[in-house]
Structures are given as structure tokens and as C-alpha cells.
């Protein structure tokens, strides 16, 4: 059924709430489209991480359509890719139920970013919030991932994951591919435009703060003209002294391929008005294709279900053959199928 190759694995894991902002876009979900040539990928919409914090039931639905929809839109191809729903393939819960008899609380309690969420939902420290990196580290073990593209703050993730492997291994002999996380050449980090010394993030709540990949244009450009600049003039790059241009530069060169330098020559007479009109163009330009390609598969249903549905046969197929395995090693009574 399925094509094995001998191209290294890369898995990743995308949070279905909110719409990518344009720094998941510089940084990750841009990047995806030219790995699907070099490296067999596997993209998983993480519906039931998302669960860890609260959901309204009909908003979070169409958030998971959304995504995948988003995903194909940037241009991942679901023949090359496997795109899926977590929730599609249980395995991912039967392997997170066995690692976390391998998984120590003394571990879990050190995680960064369940003491920040913890702080963030003090109404609500779910065990599922506690737990958040055993699933993590299910999803990607369950296939032997080499490869994990995540962003900084997801690090201490990959390293518990591979902890959590090499104990495995251990103990039971080599099971898991022990992964790599990967963290792409380039695109810069993308902040806030309103806090320039913060990332830019999906849940801020200050709207003017971060682009979403589905703003319309004259949301951008509002946005744009919204940014937060300082009471010098000059389009100069120095992130310690003008994070707020630099931020924006950054942008413009993520976007155009030209340097940074090249844009401080380009746009030296420029005041901060036009340039960030020119920002806020190469966004738009940079969007536009996106957004119309998103909106055609919106109506395009039976297409949208038949790579759900494919993506999970696929994806359940490669997690079946490890958890069977991984059952067995442990001494789980065998199954007679
Ligand atoms: N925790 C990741 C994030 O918030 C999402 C994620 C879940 C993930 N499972 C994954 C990322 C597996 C990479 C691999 O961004």
C-alpha cells in the first residue's frame, strides 16, 4: 500500500487553533513545500494537543478544516506528503500510554511550557496539559521520525523525546529512531509589531500585533502602518537599537530573498511611512495566491475529505507496524489479527 523509501522521515505537528500567523509562515510552514522533494514528510494536524486548553466545540472543528486546508493551500502536495488528523490514527494515544509508563514526573514538571501554560490557564492545569510532551513524543516516535521542524520554544520538547527514546532502547533494544529536531537555514525569527522584542504569536491578544495568513489586504496594510517603529528616521538594521525596523526588514527579506543590507541601500531615503507600505505590498503579493487557493478548496469538500481520509489510512498504517512492534518488545500478550 504504501511506497517506502529510503529518504530520511520528517514529521511535524501543527496546533489547528488560530490561523498561521506570517511567522509560522517565514518560519516553518513556508519551508515544508521544498522538504516534500528531498525528504518523505509526514504533517499532523495536532488536534487533540489542542485539547489541553479549552474548546468551543464548533469553532475548534472548523479550526482543524481550516488548517489542513491552510497547510495544502501553502502547497503541500498530499501525494508527497502525508497530511492527517491526529485523532484519525488512535495510535498515537495507545504509544503516548505506553511511553508515559517511561516517562518520569520529575521530567514532565521541568517542561518550560507547561509551567508557562500552567500560568497562562491557572483555572484549568488539565493532566492532559502535563502530559502535553508524551503525546509529542508519541507522534513522532510512532514513525521514526529523523527530522522534527519546530521553532525554538519547542526544543526541550525534542530533547525529552529522545530521552524518552534512548531509555526505550535500552531497555528493549533499538526500537526508536532516536530524532533530530531541525531547525530550517532560513527565515528569521518574525516578532510582534507592536512589542518588536516579542515573538509574534498566534494568540496575542492585541490584534495589531501579528499577521495572519488569511487577513485580507487592507487588514495588512493597516496593520503595517500600525507598527511599531521608534522616533528616529532611517531604515537601518540594528535589532539591539530599532527592533521595530529590523523586525520589518526582516520581513521584507524573508520575503524578496534580497539581504538586509541590500534593502538598508535600496530604501535609505525612505521614510518609515513608505517603507512600511512597501512591507505590507510584498505581504499582501506574498499572500494573495494563498488565500485564493485556500478559498477554492473551502468549497472543494469531497476533495478536502479524500485527502483526510487518505492521509490517515497512510499515516495509521506506518503507526500500526511500530506500535505492534513496540507491544511485543514490552511483553504485551500478542493479538491475533
Ligand atoms: N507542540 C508543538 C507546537 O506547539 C506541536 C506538536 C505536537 C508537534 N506534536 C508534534 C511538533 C510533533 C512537532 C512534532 O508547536
Known amino acids: 500500500m504504501q511506497q517506502e523509501t529510503q529518504k530520511k522521515l520528517i514529521f511535524s505537528g501543527i496546533q489547528p487553533t488560530g490561523v498561521f500567523t506570517l511567522g509560522n509562515y517565514i518560519g516553518a510552514v513556508r519551508n515544508w513545500g521544498i522538504l516534500q522533494e528531498e525528504y518523505d514528510c509526514m504533517y499532523c494536524v495536532v488536534d487533540l494537543h489542542a485539547l489541553t486548553v479549552r474548546q468551543n466545540p464548533t469553532e475548534f472543528r472548523k479550526a482543524c478544516y481550516r488548517a489542513l486546508a491552510l497547510l495544502l493551500a501553502t502547497g503541500l502536495d498530499p501525494q508527497k506528503n502525508i497530511l492527517y488528523f491526529q485523532s484519525h490514527v ?19 514538571s521541568r517542561m518550560t511550557q507547561f509551567k508557562d501554560k500552567s500560568e497562562k490557564h ?10 502535553y510532551p508524551v503525546l509529542m513524543a508519541a507522534d513522532i516516535l510512532l514513525y521514526n521520525a529523523d527530522l522534527v ?4 520554544d519547542q526544543k ?9 527514546a534512548i531509555r526505550f532502547n535500552n531497555l528493549y533494544g533499538d526500537t526508536f529512531t532516536v530524532p533530530e529536531a531541525y531547525i530550517p537555514k532560513s527565515g528569521a525569527r518574525i516578532m510582534s509589531l507592536s512589542e518588536p522584542d516579542q515573538k509574534m504569536s498566534k494568540s496575542d491578544p492585541n490584534a495589531n500585533a501579528t499577521i495572519y495568513m488569511l487577513d485580507e489586504p487592507d487588514v495588512i496594510v493597516r496593520k503595517l502602518k500600525r507598527a511599531v517603529t521608534d522616533s528616529d ?11 521595530g525596523i529590523s523586525n520589518l526588514m526582516n520581513i521584507l527579506s524573508s520575503l524578496t530573498g534580497k539581504t538586509v543590507a541590500q534593502i538598508q ?8 511611512g513608505d517603507f ?12 494573495r495566491p494563498i488565500q485564493e487557493r485556500f478559498k477554492a ?16 489510512a497512510r499515516a495509521s498504517y506506518r503507526a500500526l507496524r511500530t506500535l505492534s512492534k513496540v507491544q511485543k518488545r514490552i511483553g504485551l500478550p500478542p493479538r491475533e489479527r
Open 90 to 108: 488512535p495510535q498515537h494515544c495507545e504509544l503516548s500510554w505506553l511511553l508515559n509508563c517511561y516517562t518520569y514526573m520529575g521530567e514532565l
Open 122 to 131: 491557572a483555572d484549568n492545569i488539565n493532566a492532559g496539559l502535563f502530559d
Open 149 to 152: 521542524p519546530v521553532g525554538a
Open 156 to 164: 526541550q520538547h525534542i530533547e525529552i523525546t529522545r530521552d524518552i
Open 233 to 243: 528616521s532611517g531604515i537601518v538594521f540594528d535589532p539591539e537599537k530599532k527592533p
Open 265 to 272: 541601500d535600496e530604501c535609505s531615503s525612505m521614510g518609515y
Open 276 to 287: 512600511k507600505l512597501m512591507v505590507a505590498e510584498a505581504i499582501v503579493e506574498e499572500f
Open 297 to 312: 478548496l473551502e468549497k472543494d469538500k469531497q476533495f478536502l475529505a479524500q485527502v483526510i481520509k487518505d492521509g490517515a
